[in-house]
């Protein structure tokens, strides 16, 4: 199979029992060829790019926490991102609705983490789109709607961090950054998700609400409608488990996977 052939995604399967399905958009470096060549930096300021705009270590992070799931019947689904976000970015918007197309950072990105063109000004989105963008969101929706169809309910966990220090293209980068930032919907999160989400990471300091980073993932077919999904977003301050930008996992994962471990098997 041909790298471009090969799935942009995948589903790790949890236990049958289990509505949590732990989301992890943002963990791959990964810029297949066909993408490479629309994109203009250079490979070292590619290299560059990808340390600041990855949420390094983020799949292992899912994977080590559903591995210490309290009990089999606890284990989490996994829909892991196998591709970086600078070739599509799952969880935005495709259209006006997306606040970062401000920044050149809607669902196709034209623009860096330090707002240096990535792209054209003037490229064709849409065949990224339909290549990428809309075969993952329709995977995504089929997982939640399985463990609807299991459960009766769905919980989404989307697993994020950011940098200790604000970057150029954050639009909200002026407040506190603290270890644990809880990304919330008036809709989908309700005060229990994120009072369970407030307790399992007590231990590593500060935990903010909707700052720096505001709002989590729900498919669409399900956005603002279905109270059956639920959904929190838990971005992790990135000095509190590696070494920054870009660099290796520190002891802090293991510390972090526990404590995701708790939530889930609470959930």
Known sequence: MSPASQPSFRLDPGSPDSPVLLHVPHGSRTVRDDVRGGIVLDDSALERELDHITDAHTAELAARAADSAVCAAARPWRFVNA???????????????????????????????????????????????????????????????????????????????????????????????????????????????????????????????????????????????????????????RDTYMTEPGGPAGPGLDALAGALAELVSRL
């Open 83 to 237: 591709l970086s976000r600078l070739v599509v970015d799952p969880e935005r918007f495709p259209d006006d609705r997306e606040e970062m197309r401000a920044v050149g950072m809607g669902a196709v990105y034209t623009r860096t983490t330090h707002r240096a063109p990535l792209r054209a000004p003037d490229v064709d989105q849409r065949p990224l789109l339909e290549r990428y963008f809309h075969p993952y969101a329709r995977a995504m929706t089929e997982a939640v709607d399985a463990r609807i169809a299991a459960t009766g309910r769905a919980v989404v966990v989307d697993v994020h961090s950011y940098p200790t220090a604000p970057l150029p293209y954050e639009l909200h980068g002026t407040g506190s950054r603290p270890a644990i930032c809880l990304g919330t919907d008036p809709f989908h999160t309700p005060p229990e998700l994120r009072a369970l989400a407030e307790e399992a990471f007590a231990g590593f300091g500060s935990t903010g609400l909707d700052n720096p980073f505001a709002g989590t993932y729900v498919p669409l077919k399900h956005y603002g409608t279905d109270r059956r999904v639920t959904a929190l977003m838990i971005e992790i301050r």
